[in-house]
């Protein structure tokens, strides 16, 4: 089991990696692309219509961070808190807490972001390089 604590440097990078390649991946629309679409989108959601730059500015900025692990622990505590309001205002009530194919995805994230949180950015992190302390 020893083996693999050499993998946790790797495993971080590539969660950063998985992670903030989706949060840019749904980011960048709203914020570039298909802004007009995500504002009149957001209200039928039961949010005000800015949220839409609030999401894009999480998503989009926050992955960055994520892909390079600068303050890796804020931007994943951001999108995790941002995914748990998803869950809770868009997809549990679509269905409930028994529909899990509403809100895996958003669920996924969430858990995935938190354990960054928890963990920090591991070895091959700008966190690390900058702030030379436990990334």
Do not use: W
């Not at 800015?50 to 303050?71: D, H, P, Q, R, T």
């Amino acid at each position: 089991m020893h083996h693999f604590e050499k993998l946790k440097p790797l495993a971080l990078l590539l969660l950063r990696l998985g992670l903030g390649i989706i949060f840019v991946y749904h980011g960048f629309p709203r914020l570039f692309t298909h802004t007009h679409e995500a504002l009149r989108a957001f209200p039928h959601r039961g949010f005000p219509s800015y949220f839409v730059y609030i999401a894009g500015i999480v998503e989009f900025f926050g992955g960055c961070l994520l892909i390079v692990g600068l303050f890796t622990r804020i931007a994943a505590l951001l999108l995790a808190g941002e995914m748990a309001i998803a869950i809770l205002k868009v997809n549990l009530p679509q269905g409930g807490v028994l529909a899990v194919s509403n809100y895996q995805f958003p669920l996924a994230l969430a858990v995935a972001a938190f354990t960054l949180v928890a963990v920090g950015a591991g070895a091959v992190s700008l966190d690390r390089a900058i702030f030379k302390k436990n990334a």
